[in-house]
């Protein structure tokens, strides 16, 4: 992501930032069910998994929806570089978060 942030904004380089946006897509898509499964894990025996998936789901798009409406304004009042260290802050808020969940499996434990 940071690397469409700091690449030239001109016509020029199009192809480049529309390759970069698809590697960036195809890497965040697998942390999506990896995702769902750690929470899983982690909620585990309190929220069934269906409510627990649609709850994620149902959050991951409010989100994007937010963002995305949002995005003209925050593009207009700083500029297209501005927008997108938006959304790595909020990608970066997202990591740091999950460095304080902690790692116990509540599901493989109970198997046992």
């Known amino acids: 992501m940071l690397a ?4 030239p904004q001109n016509h020029q380089n199009l192809y480049i930032m529309i390759g970069f946006s698809g590697i960036c897509g195809f ?14 894990e982690l ?3 309190a929220v069934a998994e ?3 998936g649609t709850i994620l789901q149902a959050t991951s798009n409010v989100g994007g929806m ?4 949002a995005m003209p304004s925050i593009v ?3 500029s297209s570089t501005g927008g997108n260290l938006v959304i790595v802050g909020f990608l970066g808020a ?3 978060l999950c460095l304080f969940i902690s790692g116990e499996q509540k599901r493989n434990f109970n198997r046992r």
Request: include cysteine; aromatic fraction near 14%; glycine fraction near 8%.
């Open 4 to 7: 469409i942030t700091f690449a």
């Open 27 to 40: 890497c965040l898509t697998g942390c999506f069910s990896s995702g769902f499964e750690w929470a899983v």
């Open 43 to 45: 909620t585990y025996p």
């Open 50 to 52: 269906s409510t627990l």
């Open 66 to 69: 937010v963002l995305v409406l």
């Open 76 to 78: 207009n009042l700083l």
């Open 94 to 96: 997202g990591v740091v």
